[in-house]
């Protein structure tokens, strides 16, 4: 559990509006229904459009539907939060219309992770806003979230925390295990949408400390995106990169791969790169701030501290 300091005004109170949106894959009714009944016992009000769900090939809803939805809630005046349902695919769709558009004037929290990797890389390095990679609404109203999780995620959102501590991080290669420390944003999020934005408009360089995790991939597919994002000078501007849970993808024979070509790839750089964030599609989902101050100390008993982001009321 992190450990958090106090400050007065938390990014969400009782009455805040939060706008619910399905930007990639949709979930089932239950699982909507209890989302949304979890926003409730946190005294927020979830805004739901009617046609949330809807008819398509593959996504929650068409294409122009999923962007009017997006569009309407980080546009809306007396909302204070965006919290994507579920993740899957589809956000890349609609991303295109997305940067077309002027950003707000006035900037909100966007919360979700895996395919909203893409939405946080525009938000974060296009718009210049703050946001979450944390938990989905989906998985939110189940009754298998750890209350350690749940309380970390009161703490970031409604309590008034300044900050979350990530401890005892891995260092995986020389310039990790160098007692230093360095100061930056983070961003990042899912390494296959990563590789998605590759060679399209949202493609921007990054700067700072990149964070990654994954799913299902195995170990040579996790070793071809990294390689890829090295050629294509992803990884040029970086000070430091951390990992968070990288699950499944077993070979044929069981074994997996993933965490020996991590390190390999870590001990290829001159930056350092660590491991050990609780956060991705693992059993336990740490909320990471991704585009605010992170000051990553290096060395033995490696630690990452992330600040949380004030939005003004």
């Given at each position: 559990m992190a450990e958090v300091t106090r400050m007065p005004q938390p990014l969400l109170a009782p009455g805040d509006v939060v706008d619910v949106?399905?930007?990639?894959?949709?979930c089932t009714a239950e699982q909507l229904e209890h989302g949304i009944a979890f926003l409730k016992r946190a005294g927020l009000v979830p805004r739901v459009p009617q046609d949330l769900f809807g008819e398509d090939l593959l996504c929650a809803n068409t294409d122009a539907i999923r962007f009017r939805q997006l569009r309407k809630a980080l546009y809306a005046r007396d909302?204070?939060?965006?919290?994507?349902?579920?993740?899957?695919?589809?956000?890349?769709?609609?991303?295109?219309?997305?940067?077309?558009?002027?950003?707000?004037?006035r900037p909100k929290l966007l919360i979700g992770y895996?395919?909203?990797?893409?939405?946080?890389?525009?938000?974060?390095?296009?718009?210049?806003?703050?946001?979450?990679?944390?938990?989905?609404?989906?998985?939110?109203?189940?009754?298998?979230?750890?209350?350690?999780?749940r309380a970390e995620l009161a703490a970031v959102l409604f309590g008034g925390a300044r900050q979350?501590?990530?401890?005892?991080?891995?260092?995986?290669?020389a310039a990790a295990r160098r007692r230093q420390t360095l100061t930056s944003r983070l961003t990042g999020g899912n390494l296959t949408v990563l590789q998605s934005t590759l060679g399209t408009a949202l493609q921007r360089r990054p700067s700072g400390m990149?964070?990654?995790?994954d799913i299902g991939e195995r170990g040579y597919r996790i070793d071809r995106i990294l390689e890829q994002l090295r050629q294509a000078g992803v990884l040029r501007n970086l000070k430091a990169i951390l990992l968070g849970t990288f699950i499944g993808g077993a070979e044929a024979d069981r074994?997996?791969?993933?965490?020996?070509?991590?390190?390999r790839f870590a001990q290829s750089l001159s930056i350092p790169v660590l491991a050990g964030i609780d956060a991705g599609h693992g059993a336990y989902q740490r909320p990471v701030f991704l585009h605010t101050r992170a000051e990553l100390r290096c060395g033995a008993g490696a630690q990452l501290i992330v600040q949380v982001p004030t939005f003004g009321r």
């Open positions: 949106i399905a930007p990639g894959f949709r909302s204070r939060a965006v919290w994507c349902v579920r993740g899957g695919y589809g956000a890349i769709r609609i991303i295109e219309r997305l940067q077309a558009l002027q950003p707000p004037r895996s395919d909203a990797t893409t939405l946080h890389q525009l938000l974060n390095l296009f718009w210049g806003w703050p946001s979450l990679h944390g938990p989905l609404l989906d998985r939110l109203g189940s009754v298998d979230v750890r209350e350690e999780e979350t501590l990530f401890a005892d991080l891995v260092p995986l290669n990149l964070f990654l995790e074994s997996n791969l993933g965490p020996a070509v991590l390190e």
